[in-house]
C-alpha cells in the first residue's frame, strides 16, 4: 500500500505561516466539504469506515494524531503532526483515527457532499467490497 502524503507550500515571513489549499491544485479533486474535529477526549478512537467513492485529505492542523490505514490486504499508520502535510485518503480504505494529542484539530477536505449510502461501517462488509473492487 503506497502511503500519499501531500507538503504544501509553506508562505512565511517575521508575521508567521501560510498556507494556501486550492482544488485541483494542491488538492487532487474538486472540494465538496470540509470540516474538523476538535476537544477530542484522551483515548478516543473515530472513524472504524471507508468510502465506496470519496476521496480525502487530512490535515492536522494544530497538535498531532495517527491514521491507521487498510485497504484489506495490508495496515499501515501515520503520524500526523504537521499543518503543511496532508494525507491523501483515496476511496475504498478503511480508516480509524486514535491518539489525538488534547490541543489537536484534524480537519477534513473532502470530494463529496456528506452521503450516508457511501459509507461502509462493517468491516467484513468492507472486506468483501474491496474483494469484488478487485474481481
Known amino acids: ?16 505561516q501560510l498556507v494556501a489549499l486550492e482544488e485541483n491544485k494542491e488538492v487532487p479533486f474538486n472540494i465538496k466539504r470540509v470540516y474538523y474535529m476538535y476537544d477530542t477526549g484522551e483515548g478516543v478512537h473515530r ?5 465506496k467513492n470519496l476521496q480525502q485529505i487530512l490535515i492536522c492542523v494544530h497538535g498531532s494524531c495517527k491514521i491507521r490505514l ?9 503520524v500526523l503532526d504537521k499543518p503543511y502535510e496532508g494525507l491523501y485518503v483515496s476511496n475504498n480504505m478503511w480508516r480509524e483515527m486514535y491518539d489525538f494529542s488534547k490541543d489537536a484539530v484534524l480537519m477534513v477536505l473532502a470530494s463529496q457532499l456528506y452521503d450516508e449510502n457511501d459509507y461502509i461501517r462493517d468491516y467484513d462488509e468492507f472486506l468483501r ?7
Do not use: L, P, T, Y
Not at 502511503?3 to 508575521?15: A, C, L, T
Not at 467490497?129 to 474481481?135: N, Y
Open 1 to 16: 500500500m503506497d502511503i500519499v502524503m501531500i507538503s504544501f507550500q509553506k508562505h512565511g515571513d517575521d508575521r508567521g
Open 47 to 51: 472513524g472504524f469506515h471507508a468510502h
Open 70 to 78: 487498510d485497504n484489506g490486504k495490508e495496515k499501515k499508520v501515520v
Open 129 to 135: 467490497f474491496v474483494k469484488r473492487e478487485e474481481d
